[in-house]
């Protein structure tokens, strides 16, 4: 498993902490994310995706609601949420990362650890967003699908 997989599923695990306890997001950054074992490139990843996912929180819920047809947001999985949060912050604000890439993340992440249909539900939602965000010009960047960092 690559280094930024490790950081994804550490944001995640952070995430999920900082929903869960709504303890401050800069305490769970720095006990969970600032003192793990990722060497530091993965780390500042891992700190900025956690940052930026947290910060556009409402937004990114605001895609997935959009796009979760007959869904209310509480009752989607809790980890496919965080998940979907994730991916799509990707696509708005990690220009170096191919949507693809963001995707296909989402889904392996999401298969580890939620249940049996979340990789087929997760990719679903992200490609309905990922549509809607170049239909309307809001991906940042002119990005190739199958180029880029993972």
């Known amino acids: 498993m690559g280094g930024r997989r490790k950081a994804r599923e550490l944001v995640l695990q952070a995430c999920y902490a900082h929903e869960l306890s709504q303890n ?3 305490m769970i950054l720095e006990t969970m994310i600032l ?3 990722l060497d530091d490139a993965n780390k500042e990843f891992a ?9 556009h929180m409402d937004e990114l819920n605001g895609f997935i609601k959009g796009k979760a047809a007959n869904w209310e947001l509480d009752r989607i ?8 949060r994730m991916a799509i912050c ?4 990690f220009e170096d990362i191919p949507p693809k890439v963001s995707i296909d993340e989402a889904i392996e992440i999401a298969k580890k650890y939620s249940t049996e249909n979340s990789g087929r539900f997760v990719n679903g939602i ?3 967003v990922l549509n809607d965000l170049r239909k309307s010009g809001r991906l940042p960047g002119d990005r190739d699908l199958e180029k880029g960092a993972t």
């Open 24 to 26: 401050p997001p800069e």
């Open 47 to 55: 700190a900025r995706l956690f940052s930026q996912t947290v910060r």
């Open 90 to 93: 990707e696509f708005l604000y």
């Open 35 to 37: 003192s793990s074992v």
């Open 126 to 128: 992200l490609d309905a």
């Open 77 to 84: 999985a809790i980890i496919d949420r965080i998940v979907l």
